[in-house]
């Protein structure tokens, strides 16, 4: 089941290669087009189909024109952009045809069994060998299969989540590197950066589930869960205010062009996962940020 999730995203950017010299022009990584759905494919009624019954710009995207607009012309934020428009996940739209449980993933950072032991297959989808958890090990040791940057791209969209992507650069100030050296070693907790000290998606998350590395430790110092398969709960989004802001000026415009009242439900997380420290309270965010300037 979890080979079968892995190759999804592998064969869907072969899907893109294949179709580099094709008209109209697609963005990398995009969805097969021009197929009949096979039997495996259950495409709802408000996906219109081709003549030839196959996918079609329009099976997807609500847009008019979509294969007559310039890629970076395209507006994303749309409601109708996808058709049946705001999934709060992509895996939303996805399921829409494709059958849930069977593409449904095994969350791979459920990393202990009920026994408390750790699974050791699990450690493997990032690391070569099982690190040994009793030694102080440098990253080399780790021989991780991907380097840090890239660890998580396999199997996450490189914008899993509003504000990822805007955070991985290098800080602009001096000050702010100095700042997370200070604090993490004051709060006890590891915040990697890569070579050229730009934030990762593992300045914040830990890749591993509580109690994998010895919470004593730096590495193992993380929110805990009690239940990691059921993961984040939320209520309100936690970049709400940034969220709100960025994107209202864009929904009044949207809403006055198209005469219409589009709101957004900003949500909150009530239990958070895999991060280094909780994030709903600003503790993680301060680690870097110092709001007061
Ligand atoms: C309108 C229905 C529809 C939606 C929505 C949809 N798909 Fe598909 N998808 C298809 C059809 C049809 C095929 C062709 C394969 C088949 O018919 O079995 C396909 C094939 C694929 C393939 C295999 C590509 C190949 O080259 O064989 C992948 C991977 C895939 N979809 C992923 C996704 C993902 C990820 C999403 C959500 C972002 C998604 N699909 C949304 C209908 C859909
Ligand atoms: C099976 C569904 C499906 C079909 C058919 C489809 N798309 Fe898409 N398209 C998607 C999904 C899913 C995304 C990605 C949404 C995201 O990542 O937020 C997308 C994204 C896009 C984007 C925006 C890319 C970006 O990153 O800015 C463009 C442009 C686009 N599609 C054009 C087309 C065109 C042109 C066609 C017809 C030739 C087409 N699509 C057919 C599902 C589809
Ligand atoms: C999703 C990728 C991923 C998986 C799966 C994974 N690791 Fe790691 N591991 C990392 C990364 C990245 C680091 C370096 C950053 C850090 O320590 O958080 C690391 C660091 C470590 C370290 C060093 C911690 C320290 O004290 O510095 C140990 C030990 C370790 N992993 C053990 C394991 C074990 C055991 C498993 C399986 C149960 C596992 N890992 C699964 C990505 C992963
Ligand atoms: C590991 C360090 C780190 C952590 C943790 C962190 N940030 Fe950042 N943040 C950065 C860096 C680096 C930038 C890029 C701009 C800069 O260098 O000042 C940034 C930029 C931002 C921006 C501006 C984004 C833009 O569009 O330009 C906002 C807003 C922000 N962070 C909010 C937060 C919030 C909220 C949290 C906590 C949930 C958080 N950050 C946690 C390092 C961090
Ligand atoms: C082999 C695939 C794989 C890799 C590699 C991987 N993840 Fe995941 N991750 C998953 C799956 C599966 C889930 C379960 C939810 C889902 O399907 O999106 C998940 C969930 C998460 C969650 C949400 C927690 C929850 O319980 O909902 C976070 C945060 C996360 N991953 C961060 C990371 C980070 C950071 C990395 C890189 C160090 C990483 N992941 C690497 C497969 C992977
Ligand atoms: C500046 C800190 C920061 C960075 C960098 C960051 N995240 Fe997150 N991420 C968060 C916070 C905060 C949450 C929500 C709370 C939680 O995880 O419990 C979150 C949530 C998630 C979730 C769960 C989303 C959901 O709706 O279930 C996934 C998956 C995830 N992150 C993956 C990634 C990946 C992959 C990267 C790198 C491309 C990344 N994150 C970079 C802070 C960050």
Known sequence: MLNRSISLFILLSFA?????DDKPELPPFHHIVGVKPS????VPEKFKLGEQGELICATCHGLKDIDKTPVEKVDKTAADFLVGGGYRKLTGFCYRCHDEKKTQRDNIHVMLDEHGE?????????????????????????????????????????????????????????????????????????????????????SCHTPHQ????????????????????????????????????D???????????HKMNVQFSYQRITQEALLRLPAKDGQLCLVCHDFKD
Request: hydrophobic fraction near 35%; charged fraction near 35%.
């Open 247 to 257: 994107k209202e000026a864009r929904l009044v415009e949207f809403n006055q062009q």
């Open 39 to 42: 039997k495996a494919i259950d």
């Open 210 to 245: 509580y109690g994998v590395i010895d919470p004593e430790k730096p590495a193992g110092k993380q929110v805990l869960i009690d239940d990691l398969e059921k993961g984040i709960e939320y209520q309100e989004h936690p970049w709400d205010k940034v969220f709100a802001a």
């Open 118 to 202: 750790i699974k050791k297959k699990n450690c493997t989808f990032c690391h070569e060998e099982v690190p040994d958890r009793d030694k102080d090990l440098k990253l080399a040791e780790l021989k991780l299969r991907l380097p840090m940057q890239q660890i998580c791209y396999g199997c996450h969209l490189k914008d899993p989540h509003f504000n990822a992507v805007e955070h991985q650069v290098e800080p602009a100030q001096k000050e702010m590197l100095e700042r997370i050296e200070k604090n993490s070693k004051e709060l006890g907790i590891l915040v990697p950066l890569s070579e050229k000290q730009e934030v990762l998606c593992v």
């Open 16 to 20: 893109m290669a294949a179709q580099a």
